[in-house]
């Protein structure tokens, strides 16, 4: 075993150091604003935000799960992620797969066709019209799924990823008579888990955070996911605040969006210990390779 020298103890004992103090700027915003939660709305008023409140109140989450809203919220966005997360992953695989086989034709024309609405758009008005017009999405939960199925981004990051599967396994499964989807399925979906994880990641927090599909296309309080609730709310707190209705000072508005915030992040924070060890070599592979 190597045996360190003072140099590089001290080396390592710096970059520990360095790491720390990093981490601790990265938690301290994350604690003083779970504890503004915590705060009365007086104390934040007249002391501002403090690591230890002068006065805890409970009102503000009490009145978070009080609202009937914040579960119908949680429910939609939960279908939405966890449907629009799936079909996305097959749709950009499918065509990350495809373009990532050589002897396809037209190959680099469909790539093309991937890349150009990345660069250049139509405009809000035609995507709308053919959303509502065309689709007729408008008030289905389908309105808050299909308009971010498919995002050229991720296609290339799996077109990127594919490329670097060996093309001799893929001729072994068909020489044992394997079609190109059970090629896929058995093959290339298993020996591509870092990619998958890692956009499946991408279009989570996609689906999770979208608030504008509700706000262009739903108008049924039932299906409002929970961000554009958060929306809602914040609009309204402000507005409060503002004409000092409702009680004024007695009202939580700053602590009720901070407690809102946190009620709203909680199956993301948990989902990221879950993809993070695949995080990394997909992203790095996905995006060079290729």
Same mark, same amino acid.
């Not at 604003?33 to 690591?51: D, R």
């Not at 579960?71 to 939960?78: K, L, W």
């Not at 199956?267 to 290729?290: C, D, E, N, S, T």
């Given at each position: 075993?190597?045996?360190?020298?003072?140099?590089?103890?001290?080396?390592?004992?710096?970059?520990?150091?360095?790491?720390?103090?990093?981490?601790?700027?990265?938690?301290?915003?994350?604690?003083?604003?779970?504890?503004?939660?915590?705060?009365?709305?007086?104390?934040?008023?007249?002391?501002?935000?403090?690591?230890?409140?002068?006065?805890?109140?409970?009102?503000?989450?009490?009145?978070?799960?009080?609202?009937?809203?914040?579960?119908?919220?949680?429910?939609?966005?939960?279908?939405?992620?966890?449907?629009?997360?799936?079909?996305?992953?097959?749709?950009?695989?499918?065509?990350?797969?495809?373009?990532?086989? #050589?002897?396809?034709? !037209? *190959?680099?024309?469909?790539? @093309?066709? &991937?890349?150009?609405?990345?660069?250049?758009?139509? $405009? /809000?008005?035609?995507?709308?019209?053919?959303?509502?017009?065309?689709?007729?999405?408008?008030?289905?939960?389908?309105?808050?799924?299909?308009?971010?199925?498919?995002?050229?981004?991720?296609?290339?990051?799996?077109?990127?990823?594919?490329?670097?599967?060996?093309?001799?396994?893929?001729?072994?499964?068909?020489?044992?008579?394997?079609?190109?989807?059970?090629?896929?399925?058995?093959?290339?979906?298993?020996?591509?888990?870092?990619?998958?994880?890692?956009?499946?990641?991408?279009?989570?927090?996609?689906?999770?955070?979208?608030?504008?599909?509700?706000?262009?296309?739903?108008?049924?309080?039932?299906?409002?996911?929970? #961000?554009?609730?958060? !929306? *809602?709310?914040?609009?309204? @707190?402000? &507005?409060?605040?503002?004409?000092?209705?409702?009680? $004024? /000072?007695?009202?939580?508005?700053?602590?009720?969006?901070?407690?809102?915030?946190?009620?709203?992040?909680?199956?993301?924070?948990?989902?990221?210990?879950?993809?993070?060890?695949?995080?990394?070599?997909?992203?790095?592979?996905?995006?060079?390779?290729?």
């Amino acid at each position: 075993m190597h045996k360190r020298s003072p140099s590089e103890r001290i080396a390592q004992l710096f970059i520990h150091l360095i790491l720390f103090a990093f981490a601790v700027c990265c938690i301290y915003p994350f604690i003083v604003t779970f504890m503004v939660s915590l705060s009365s709305e007086k104390s934040i008023l007249f002391n501002g935000y403090q690591l230890i409140p002068e006065q805890f109140s409970t009102l503000a989450y009490r009145m978070v799960f009080q609202n009937q809203f914040i579960y119908t919220g949680y429910g939609v966005s939960i279908l939405v992620t966890v449907v629009g997360t799936l079909l996305s992953l097959f749709i950009c695989g499918m065509a990350g797969y495809a373009m990532s086989i #050589q002897r396809v034709r !037209y *190959r680099n024309v469909v790539a @093309m066709f &991937f890349y150009l609405p990345m660069i250049f758009n139509a $405009g /809000t008005l035609p995507w709308y019209l053919v959303c509502t017009q065309f689709l007729h999405l408008q008030n289905t939960v389908w309105a808050l799924i299909v308009p971010l199925l498919v995002s050229p981004f991720n296609v290339f990051l799996m077109r990127n990823y594919f490329a670097t599967v060996p093309a001799s396994l893929v001729e072994s499964a068909e020489i044992d008579g394997c079609g190109v989807m059970k090629t896929f399925v058995k093959i290339i979906i298993p020996l591509s888990k870092p990619i998958i994880a890692t956009v499946a990641l991408f279009i989570g927090l996609m689906y999770w955070n979208d608030w504008s599909s509700a706000l262009w296309f739903i108008d049924n309080t039932h299906l409002y996911p929970l #961000q554009y609730m958060l !929306y *809602r709310i914040k609009s309204i @707190m402000d &507005f409060v605040r503002q004409n000092g209705a409702m009680g $004024g /000072t007695d009202m939580p508005a700053a602590t009720f969006q901070v407690a809102t915030l946190f009620v709203t992040i909680g199956p993301i924070v948990l989902l990221y210990p879950f993809v993070q060890r695949y995080f990394v070599k997909g992203i790095m592979v996905g995006a060079v390779k290729g």
